[in-house]
């Protein structure tokens, strides 16, 4: 059974860099089938696709997230990562790593971080 | 980018009713790539359907979903105590994805 676990600090100050790893276990990313990424939702709001990467590590990111956005993929330790820059409070969220096989068949837990001095 | 305009945003409905809920995008998804989602208060969401119409691994099939082009439908044949959630929709047609704003599916 695929499984995917988030980890990373749960509290960030403003204008630093959010930074999460996302482990796989039961599957591999180097897995040609899928892409791999985050998505996050704002404490009583909804979804957002935050960006995607596949094992080559070709990327994808929303729009108007992309400036300050980087996911990386390492094969050897079967993670990939999300760095956010310059965060604001706007920022704070419920991360969540995600496989998509076309849509997301398998998530994370998803961990809290907030955005605050 | 495509946008995904999920209606109403929420329904009031009693166990048993039947639910109906809307997702309508900005333009045409190729190969009807639309999911739904389903999320529990405090949980993960859960991949419901796939392919605008197909039901993921383990959903009853009191879930159904319908739609083409750039409207599309979920619909909850008889809800039951554990369907009163958010639903949000979401499409997979250009590697640029977005979700719908979602829909509370709340008692009455």
């Known amino acids: 059974q695929l499984q995917l676990q988030e980890s990373g600090p749960g509290l960030v100050k403003p204008s630093e860099t959010l930074s999460l790893t996302c482990t796989v276990s039961?599957?591999?990313?180097?897995?040609?089938?899928?892409?791999w990424g985050w998505i996050r939702q704002p404490p009583g709001k909804g979804l957002e696709w935050i960006g995607s990467?596949?094992?080559?590590?070709?990327?994808y990111y929303n729009p108007s997230l992309k400036s300050r956005v980087t996911i990386s993929v390492d094969t050897s330790k079967n993670q990939f990562s999300l760095r956010l820059s310059s965060v604001t409070a706007a920022d704070t969220a419920v991360y969540y790593c995600?496989?998509?096989?076309?849509?997301?068949?398998?998530w994370g837990q998803g961990t809290l971080v907030t955005v605050s001095s | 980018e495509i946008v995904l305009t999920q209606s109403p945003d929420t329904l009031s409905l009693s166990p048993g009713e039947r639910a109906t809920l809307s997702c309508r995008a900005s333009?045409?998804?190729?190969?009807?790539?639309l999911a739904w989602y389903q999320q529990r208060p405090g949980q993960t969401p859960r991949l419901l359907i796939y392919?605008?119409?197909s039901r993921a691994t383990g959903i009853p099939d009191r879930f159904s979903a319908s739609g083409s082009g750039t409207d599309f439908t979920l619909t909850i044949s008889r809800l039951e105590p554990e369907d009163f959630a958010m639903y949000y929709c979401?499409?997979?047609?250009?590697?640029?994805?977005?979700f719908g704003g979602g829909t509370k599916v709340e008692i009455k």
């Open positions: 990467i596949n094992s080559r590590g070709v990327t």
């Open positions: 392919g605008a119409s």
């Open positions: 333009q045409s998804l190729r190969n009807n790539y």
């Open positions: 979401q499409h997979y047609s250009s590697p640029l994805f977005t």
């Open positions: 039961g599957g591999a990313v180097s897995d040609s089938c899928c892409f």
């Open positions: 995600a496989r998509f096989r076309g849509p997301n068949d398998y």
